[in-house]
């Protein structure tokens, strides 16, 4: 039966490696083997591979037992006693015989991947010295170099278009150093898509287009080396001090003076509780230029809400209205209603307690049934848990 190989797969199988180790001396190699027929074949044959010359002359041998499924069959030379230990450095053509056939017609052509082996040996190129030594390897300094060895400023590895516009890589004391020609220049990283995800220029900037991710409880610390600095101004970091908390640490020279200044001029947005010792506002004076008016919050053991105005009775009784919304954000227990008489005094009370958003004050048959007064309003929200007044420390970093 007339059998016949179809290549299907030729490639080397390389590990890639430190160019002073031993390359692997092996070569995978795929094809379909058929019938006169055309038809695939299946089942177990020994297949003999041999490597020829440019002359013609045979250099290379080896048999294969193998299992082709539905033609389909694949080997991997080199690795039956024969390595493939062959310089690689002229056209070689390959020829497949099955069983005890002849030798299948044409022979293939060994295409370039094979030729890679030839880098073990590599001692010029474009007439630049190599030196197998890998603390010493070295190309010329023309424009388009690849230089290995102690170059300039301890530059194990260094990549240069011209003198002006380099890049190393080296080795210092106690340091891995990158550098930059000049402060024009650049390190870009690139996404499969040639998109530049992150940059580092020459002059120190670190540019980054997707997220930083800084892992566990590590810190992100701005202000480093600045003389007088406290040791944990200026850190930012996941649980860095305090479980369950982001901590920013503000800028100081000691923990007393320590401050973070936000420019928010469109505002700012919280959606959980603020918590501080003491909170101020600070606005600029009305009527002293260069000087700010600082006030500060009146604080109590309660979420608390008030409302204010002024009104007047009318025959000695009034009704007065509160937002339509105060009956559901506010509870109803220790509401109190405060009044105060204007332009005068009558004795003022509260007929009944706040019920559906309104309260009624009245005065007796001894006071001014026309009397103006400010009232004000208090009470507890309801939309919120009560305060726990008395907690554990969080302590200060």
Known sequence: MKQICVLAVLMVAFVIAPIWAEAPKTMSYQGVLQDGNGQAINGLRSLKFVIYAANGAPIWNETHSVTVTDGVFGVILGTQGSPLDLAFNEPYTMGISVGSDPELSPRVPLVSSPYSLNTRGISHINGDTFIGNPTRIWASSNK??????????????????????????????????????????????????????????????????GAMLINGSNMLEFGRGV????????????????????????????????????????????TGAIHAPVKNFRIPHPQKAGTDLVHSSIEGPEIAVYYRGETQLVGGT??????????????????????????????????????????????????????????????????????SVEVPSMGNP
């Open 318 to 387: 009034v009704v007065v209205t509160l937002p339509d919304y105060f009956e559901a954000l506010t509870q109803q227990a220790g509401r109190t209603v405060q009044l105060t008489c204007k332009n005068g005094w009558s004795p003022l009370f509260v007929d009944g307690e706040i019920s559906g958003g309104k309260f009624t004050v009245k005065t007796t048959d001894a006071g001014d049934s026309a009397q103006a007064f400010y009232w004000e309003v208090k009470a507890v929200r309801s939309d919120v848990e009560a305060l």
């Open 144 to 209: 388009g170099s690849l230089s290995f060895g102690t170059g300039i400023n301890s530059r194990i590895f260094g990549l240069w278009d011209d003198p002006g516009n380099w890049f190393g890589l080296g080795i210092e004391p106690s340091a891995m150093r990158f550098q930059v020609g000049s402060l024009g220049s650049r390190f870009s990283f690139y996404a499969g898509d040639n998109t530049q995800v992150m940059t580092l220029d020459g002059g120190g900037n670190l540019h980054v287009a």
């Open 227 to 270: 003389v007088g600095k406290e040791v944990s101004a200026g850190q930012i970091g996941y649980q860095r001090f305090t479980p369950g908390a982001l901590d920013i640490v503000g800028a100081g020279t000691v923990v007393a003076n320590r401050k973070i200044r936000f420019w928010t001029e469109g505002g700012a947005f919280f």
